[in-house]
């Protein structure tokens, strides 16, 4: 169970937290696709709507990482298993109603439409990415599993740490997986990540190796000028021998407690994240396919698809 001062310190943030080790967070992207305004980079490259996406952790404190660009507090990162873990079926249910709960004063804001709010208030789509590391929720094939027989989709991201999860992830697939590469090699990635696992590089690598395995595999790069932002050739070696599907490159932003870590010079811009991508992509034989300036990301593939568009 969370400490309750930790806890207060969530919730002060506009995490609703669900059961002992949960949280929902309705993120920016969400508010403002609710309002007609803009939508997140998961509509722009894969159809998702981003009212309709719910922003949470199954593993809140437990991580194994402690990344530069990290938007939590750092200080009470767990690096194991989830103790304890509640039910998938408590823990979805829990999820929907926060997500629910925290959209509800939207519904007198004049730029909601009737049709949009009641949208919202039927998700579709579960991601996995909000805090902490979901592969350590010991119940997440059967959350997987859960989500999918509710006729929801999900994206599932990871550090890569727990390959003997995603093994039995194979039988239990998200709708997407993402494995973040947060580095070219391992000196840089100890200098990023502040690993806790020992041989987290290696484990890293027997999950990228897993990656191609799974229908939607999505390798993301988080960008930061300064320490992880070099030698494009080394990030292209380490994709070509994961073939994933998709590649997405991001640019860090000094948002939450990122903010006292890195510097907002730090962050790239759009054009210069476009210019990493060239690189990679001359090494790889990808292409950038799609972007979105005002997230400062860009999405490659070898072939554009259709059916990168997935239909809810």
């Not at 579960?126 to 989709?153: C, D, F, H, N």
């Not at 998709?246 to 939450?256: D, H, N, Q, S, W």
Request: aromatic share 8%; net charge positive; hydrophobic share 35%.
């Amino acid at each position: 169970m969370l400490d309750p001062k930790i806890k207060a310190d969530f919730e002060r943030q506009g995490y609703r937290i669900v059961g002992n080790h949960s949280a929902v967070k309705v993120c920016l992207w969400c508010k403002k696709s609710i309002t007609g305004k803009d939508k997140c980079y998961k509509n722009t490259f894969y159809g998702i709507q981003s009212h309709r996406c719910i922003q949470s952790s199954v593993s809140l404190l437990n991580c194994t990482h402690k990344c530069e660009f990290c938007w939590r507090c750092l200080d009470f990162t767990v690096p194991k298993s989830v103790e304890n873990p509640d039910n998938p079926s408590f823990i979805l249910d829990g999820l929907i109603r926060g997500h629910k709960e925290s959209l509800q004063g939207f519904k007198g804001n004049k730029d909601v439409t009737k049709k949009l709010f009641n949208e919202a208030m039927n998700p579709r789509h579960v991601a996995l990415s909000l805090a902490g590391e979901a592969t350590l929720y010991p119940y997440l094939p059967a959350l997987l599993e859960e989500i999918q027989k509710r006729k929801m989709t999900s994206f599932l991201v990871t550090n890569g740490t727990m390959p003997e999860m995603l093994e039995k992830l194979l039988k239990h697939k998200p709708t997407q997986l993402y494995i973040t590469l947060p580095a070219p090699d391992e000196e840089t990635y100890k200098r990023t990540c502040k690993p806790l696992l020992k041989d987290s590089w290696q484990l890293l690598m027997k999950s990228l190796a897993l990656l191609h395995k799974f229908g939607r595999g999505t390798v993301r790069l988080t960008l930061v000028k300064g320490l992880n932002m070099i030698n494009p050739e080394g990030y292209a070696e380490l994709i070509k021998k994961a073939k994933p599907l998709f590649v997405e490159l991001k640019a860090a932003m000094p948002v939450g407690y990122a903010q006292y870590r890195m510097a907002y010079e730090q962050m790239p811009s759009h054009a210069e994240i476009l210019d990493f991508a060239k690189k990679i992509c001359t090494e790889t034989g990808l292409k950038t396919v799609d972007e979105k300036p005002n997230s400062r990301v860009v999405l490659l593939m070898k072939k554009d698809k259709k059916s990168r568009k997935i239909k809810l």
